[in-house]
Nanobody, 117 residues
Framework: QVQLVESGGGLVQAGGSLRLSCAAS????????MGWYRQAPGKQRELVAN???????NYADSVKGRFTISRDNTKNMVYLQMNSLKPEDTAVYYC???????????WGQGTQVTVSS
């Protein structure tokens, strides 16, 4: 149906930046919402940001003003630009796609982001 592959994670110092990318492939239809979630050790997975096709963006309060989500529908890509990173941003970041056609959501395998203090 839909496959998601993330890239761009890594180790960065506090105050630094990283850009995550997610490539979607398979039977993708226009009406969907793409987003990023994260899960830190011992914590629940949480929404970081999402962006519906043709809609407005949505951010967790903890990342507003620091992170920017964008998408390229021609390439079936979603990006997360992360600036002013903090140690509390350390987590595995997952790409997510909710498909209105399938009435189902799909997940990538995750990419580790580690922010050192």
């Amino acid at each position: 149906q839909v496959q998601l592959v993330e890239s761009g994670g890594g180790l960065v110092q506090a105050g630094g930046s990283l850009r995550l990318s997610c490539a979607a492939s398979g039977s993708i239809f226009r009406s969907n919402t793409m987003g990023w979630y994260r899960q830190a050790p011992g914590k629940q997975r949480e929404l970081v940001a999402n962006i519906p096709s043709g809609g407005s963006t949505n951010y967790a309060d903890s990342v507003k003003g620091r992170f920017t989500i964008s998408r390229d529908n021609t390439k079936n890509m979603v990006y997360l630009q992360m600036n002013s990173l903090k140690p509390e941003d350390t987590a595995v970041y997952y790409c997510n796609l909710y498909s209105r056609f399938y009435k189902n959501e799909f997940w990538g395998q995750g990419t580790q982001v580690t922010v050192s203090s």
